[in-house]
C-alpha cells in the first residue's frame, strides 16, 4: 500500500481497520479495548489529534504520538457559490500537497466529491486536473479525512460520497478500497456503500476486479465518446482500452453486482454533440443497461473546448430518450467558483 508510514517511519493510524489497530495495541502492550476507543474517537468523533482522546491516559497519548503519524487535512481556502450555496474546499496535506473536495446541498442531502490523488496521470483533453501529470495517491486517511474536515466545517452531515475529483480513483485501487471499508464501517461514519459513486476514465483490469468484490457502490464510466477514433483523440485511455472491452467490463459489473452503471458523457460543441453520436451512444448505453448523465463540457482556460448551446444539449438528450435510455443532465453546481475540477489547486500553485 502507498505511503503506509510518514517520513519518520510512523504508521498512518487513520488508515488503520479496527482489527487492524486491535492488533497493534496489542504489540504496544496495551489492553485492547482501547484500540475501539481511538477507533471512535478518530472515525466517528471525528478527532483532529491525539490530544483531543480525553478518556485516553496522558500517557498513552503521547506514546500514540511517537508511534503513529495522524492525517489531517489542512483548510486553505474555501469558496462559496452565491448561486446554490456548493462550496469548494482547498486542502493541503501533510506534506504540503493540494487537493480539492466539493460539497453540495440537494434536497436529498449533502453530496461530497473528493480527490483520489494529487494530480493525474490519465491525460484527459478537457481536464484541469491532469494537465501537469501525477504527484502521488491520496492514503485511505486522506480521502476519508477531506469528509471528516467538510463535516466539522459545515456541521453537516456528508450523506453522499463521489470520488470524482482529481485523480483516478482505480489508479489509487488498494487505498480506494480500503477507504470504502473504513467509510462504510458501522464503528466509523457507516455511510451506506450505495451513498459512493465511484467514477473512472475506463480501466478495465480494476473495473472487473471492482465486480469481483460486489460491492453495493456506483460505478460511473467516463465515456465521453460513442466510438474509438474520437475516444482516442479526448482520452489517451482509449489507446489502451477499445469501448467494446469497456462494455464487456460494464456488463460483467452488472453480472457480479446487480448496480446498473452510469456513463458520464461530456458534451463538447462540435466534438461529439451530433445526432450520429446520439444514436451510437443510445446503442451503447442500451446494451449495458447504463444510466446516461450529461455534462455540459467546463471551460478550462488552458483549453479550447466550448459547451453547445442549451437547445443542443437538450436535444441531444431528447433523442437518447427516445430510445428509452435513462438520462440525467447533471445541473452545474458551483459555477461561479471555478467550476471545473482542479483548478482551484491550479491557481494556488501558481500563486506559490
Ligand atoms: N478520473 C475519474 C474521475 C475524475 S473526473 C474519471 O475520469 O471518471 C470526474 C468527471 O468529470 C469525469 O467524467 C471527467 O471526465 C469529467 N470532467 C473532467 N474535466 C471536465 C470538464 N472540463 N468538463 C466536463 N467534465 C469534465
Not at 468523533?45 to 482522546?53: D, H, S, V, Y
Not at 449533502?110 to 490519465?122: A, E, P, T, W, Y
Request: aromatic letters at 6%; charged letters at 30%; a positive charge.
Amino acid at each position: 500500500m502507498d505511503r503506509i508510514k510518514d517520513k519518520g517511519q510512523r504508521k498512518d493510524i487513520k488508515s488503520l481497520t479496527l482489527k487492524e489497530l486491535k492488533i497493534e495495541m496489542e504489540e504496544l502492550g496495551e489492553k485492547p479495548f482501547r484500540a475501539g476507543q481511538i477507533y471512535q474517537w478518530m472515525h466517528q468523533k471525528l478527532a483532529r489529534g491525539f490530544e483531543e482522546m480525553t478518556n485516553l491516559p496522558a500517557a498513552l497519548r503521547g506514546r500514540l504520538s511517537q508511534e503513529y503519524a495522524y492525517t489531517v487535512l489542512k483548510p486553505l481556502r474555501v469558496q462559496e457559490s452565491s448561486l446554490d450555496g456548493t462550496r469548494k474546499y482547498l486542502f493541503e496535506l501533510g506534506d504540503g500537497k493540494l487537493v480539492e473536495s466539493v460539497w453540495m446541498r440537494y434536497h436529498h442531502g449533502n453530496s461530497l466529491c473528493i480527490s483520489s490523488q494529487v494530480g493525474c496521470r490519465m491525460g484527459c483533453a478537457f481536464c484541469a486536473s491532469t494537465i501537469d501529470g501525477l504527484e502521488r495517491s491520496l492514503t485511505p486517511s486522506e480521502m476519508l479525512d477531506q469528509i471528516y474536515a467538510v463535516t466539522l466545517l459545515t456541521g453537516e452531515r456528508v450523506s453522499n460520497v463521489v470520488v470524482m475529483g482529481i485523480g483516478e480513483p482505480l489508479d489509487n485501487y488498494q487505498n480506494l478500497l480500503k477507504f470504502i471499508t473504513l467509510l462504510t464501517d458501522e464503528n466509523g461514519l457507516h455511510i451506506s456503500q450505495r451513498s459512493i459513486t465511484v467514477s473512472t476514465c475506463g480501466l478495465v483490469r480494476e473495473m472487473r476486479m471492482l465486480a469481483d468484490e460486489r460491492l453495493q457502490i456506483t460505478l460511473a464510466l467516463s465515456l465521453h465518446a460513442a466510438t474509438d477514433e474520437k475516444r482516442r483523440r479526448l482520452m489517451p485511455v482509449a489507446k489502451r482500452y477499445s469501448i467494446s472491452e469497456l462494455m464487456e467490463a460494464c456488463g460483467y459489473y452488472f453480472e457480479k453486482t446487480g448496480r446498473r452503471i452510469t456513463f458520464e458523457y461530456s458534451l463538447v460543441k462540435g466534438v461529439n454533440d451530433g445526432e450520429e453520436d446520439a444514436d451510437l451512444l443510445a446503442a451503447l448505453a442500451g446494451k449495458c443497461k447504463a444510466h446516461v448523465n450529461l455534462i455540459p463540457v467546463n471551460p478550462v482556460s488552458e483549453r479550447n473546448f466550448v459547451q453547445p448551446d442549451t437547445k443542443n444539449v437538450k436535444g441531444f438528450k431528447n433523442k437518447l430518450e427516445k430510445y428509452g435510455i435513462n438520462v440525467t443532465i447533471r445541473r452545474e453546481m458551483g459555477r461561479d467558483i471555478d467550476g471545473a475540477c482542479g483548478q482551484l489547486r491550479r491557481r494556488q500553485r501558481a500563486l506559490q
